[in-house]
């Protein structure tokens, strides 16, 4: 299969001043030479095939901005080699912008004081696009989401969930091969974010996108990548489907035991006493084992590596030592396996 977007050791660096402090310092830092590198992308290889949707992941100043942004066109990687459909973004920014889209945080493309159908309109005539091609794009908007509601609406009177849907609306408009989407769903309610992952979702199927999402909500990456990628401190850490993620932490299960039968204080002292008696209470019956504990609402939380210790064994204990009066068992959830991954636990990255 082709790739539509090839990454082959790439490499960004920065030269950044150390300042001083105070007034003094300011001035010396007018004439200063004392600049240290900073690595923000360090030897990234990756490809990305015609059609997926590919969660790109890390935390804040793990390097995907700046790796999207040489994607995009708008840096220029110190080292190594990018193509977007064939060209080099940086080489190319102009033919790179047509068969390109992207949404970027909460910075609207649209124009503020127009009607969204206006925006719209103004885009056409950006991007060329032919009169069928405009109406069919329309046509399948409207089959998807409630737009002809937010046509004659000025962009400065949306909801931040309306401009960010218009915003992604805006950005396939002109049937792009990759569109790129940071954060999307940040900010937005439950409601919302549903019917967002639901039209890229539908876009990326009936129009075969390209789709490189970056986020920090993991019901983004479970509703939409099949794929992710995970970067920290500039190096990827990971690069594979989801459900070979999960399976390398398959011997992870989380333990929800309810202790008390009301429970109304559910303050984060409250929280942290039910943690620290649970805490006191299994590690020296089980000294080999690791637990990760955290508590919600009346339900305390354990998560046990069964490779490390059964959880029926766990389960038995506690109930010798208190009364539960209910329990859950749940699979390990994508977010906790991407934490762990951070946190440098369960050896070395999956094949």
Not at 113 to 127: M, T
Not at 327 to 338: K, R
Request: proline share 3%.
């Amino acid at each position: 299969m082709n790739n539509i977007i090839q990454l082959t050791d790439v490499s960004k660096e920065f030269k950044v001043l150390n300042r001083r402090e105070g007034l003094k310092g300011s001035i010396q830092d007018l004439f200063s030479r004392d600049y240290k590198t900073v690595h923000a992308v360090n030897h990234i290889s990756m490809n990305i095939h015609p059609g997926e949707i590919v969660g790109y992941l890390g935390p804040n100043g793990a390097g995907k901005s700046t790796t999207i942004k040489m994607m995009t066109g708008v840096l220029e990687p110190t080292s190594g080699e990018i193509l977007v459909h064939g060209r080099t973004p940086y080489k190319n920014r102009t033919q790179n912008a047509q068969e390109i889209g992207v949404v970027f945080g909460q910075r609207s493309q649209l124009w503020w004081s127009l009607p969204l159908i206006e925006s719209f309109k103004i885009l056409k005539d950006i991007y060329q696009i032919s009169d069928v091609d405009y109406q069919d794009m329309l046509a399948l908007y409207e089959s998807l989401v409630d737009v002809q509601d937010l046509y004659h609406k000025p962009v400065r009177q949306m909801s931040l969930g309306q401009r960010t849907l218009s915003d992604i609306l805006a950005a396939f408009l002109h049937n792009p091969p990759v569109v790129f989407l940071d954060e999307p769903t940040i900010g937005l309610d439950v409601s919302m974010k549903s019917k967002i992952r639901e039209l890229i979702k539908a876009l990326n199927q009936q129009k075969k996108t390209t789709v490189i999402l970056t986020t920090h909500d993991m019901g983004d990456v479970d509703a939409l990548c099949k794929r992710i990628v995970i970067i920290d401190k500039g190096t990827m850490l990971y690069d594979n489907d989801i459900e070979h993620l999960r399976s390398f932490f398959g011997a992870y299960r989380t333990l929800k035991v309810k202790l008390s039968k009301h429970i109304t204080d559910y303050s984060e002292e409250a929280k942290n006493r039910a943690i620290q008696t649970m805490e006191e209470l299994i590690t020296p019956q089980f000294p080999n084992a690791h637990f990760q504990i955290s508590a919600e609402e009346d339900w305390v939380n354990i998560l046990i590596n069964e490779s490390e210790v059964e959880l029926m064994k766990v389960l038995s204990f506690i109930q010798t030592k208190n009364k539960i009066y209910d329990m859950q068992l749940d699979e390990i959830s994508t977010e906790s396996v991407i934490k762990k991954i951070y946190e440098g636990d369960g050896g070395h990255e999956p094949a």
